[in-house]
């Protein structure tokens, strides 16, 4: 509904015809846009405390975190915030819109920015911190799944050539923690062996 709305807004904003008619798209655009910031933000106060946790038994060197970079300030878990919010931003930005024939705000323009202590992810860590990021990312899915109530199947598939000795033996121990786990390897010397036959 929400990629519907900005796709016939965009089209109004092109045309520049029928401007009359954009209110009410803006309006259709910040309603689905509102409960999809709204449901990010919910879903991140869960997932950042249990991703944080995971990065650093798995790496304890530096803190890793997550920011949510959303296009209307201070997101909330209160769709109708977002919404206002939103109609707000609008009419500050209207003639930019029509100018580029775009939507220049809204969910689909928000992003995730991935921290390793005061620095960014991207461009800053190292191949192996970056596995242990991505790594992190998906075992606190896994748990936060875990948590809602559902049985969800630990895959990780080819991770250990990436990692060192240290981050591979935290990420067994992590592991042996779920309830059913399936492991890929390209060559059989990477699998460590603590896990040989146990697949």
Not at 21 to 37: K, M, N, T
């Amino acid at each position: 509904d929400y990629e519907r709305a900005v796709r016939q807004r965009n089209s109004l904003l092109k045309s520049r015809s029928q401007l009359s008619s954009l209110e009410s798209w803006d309006q259709q655009v910040a309603a689905f846009g509102g409960e999809i910031i709204a449901a990010r933000v919910t879903t991140l106060n869960e997932l950042i405390p249990i991703f944080t946790d995971v990065y650093k038994e798995i790496s304890p060197e530096k803190r890793a975190d997550i920011t949510y970079k959303s296009s209307v300030e201070n997101p909330s878990i209160i769709p109708s915030e977002n919404s206002a919010r939103m109609i707000e931003k609008f009419k500050e930005i209207r003639n930019q819109e029509i100018d580029r024939g775009l939507t220049l705000l809204g969910p689909h323009r928000d992003d995730l920015l991935l921290m390793l202590g005061n620095h960014f992810v991207k461009g800053y860590a190292s191949h192996g911190e970056s596995w242990s990021i991505a790594l992190s990312l998906k075992l606190a899915s896994y748990q936060l799944l875990q948590d809602d109530g559902a049985k969800p199947i630990l895959i990780l598939d080819d991770v250990f050539s990436e990692l060192d000795e240290e981050r591979r033996e935290r990420l067994i121990s992590l592991a042996n923690s779920a309830e059913q786990t399936f492991i890929t390897v390209a060559v059989q010397s990477d699998l460590p062996p603590e896990l040989t036959g146990k697949f």
